[in-house]
């Protein structure tokens, strides 16, 4: 969870929760274009490698039942 308009307080708490119970915190852009406050490019907010992991053995493991 990377959302640009977050303070660094909120998000950190969001990965703290998202740590606690072993969810997959995914990235995401939310473009609205380029005319807002805080531009935001698309594909600026990406999902790391840890994470990026943790779907695709979530996906394999569903594949499986």
Do not use: M
């Not at 609205?32 to 992991?53: A, V």
């Amino acid at each position: 969870y990377h959302y640009t308009a977050d303070s660094k307080e909120k998000t950190q708490k969001l990965l703290n929760i998202a740590q606690r119970y072993d969810l997959i915190v995914t990235g995401d852009s939310d473009f609205h274009g380029l005319y807002n406050e805080q531009p935001t490019h698309i594909g600026s907010r990406t999902t790391d490698d840890e994470n990026l992991e943790k779907l695709f053995r979530a996906i394999a493991a569903n594949q499986k039942k």
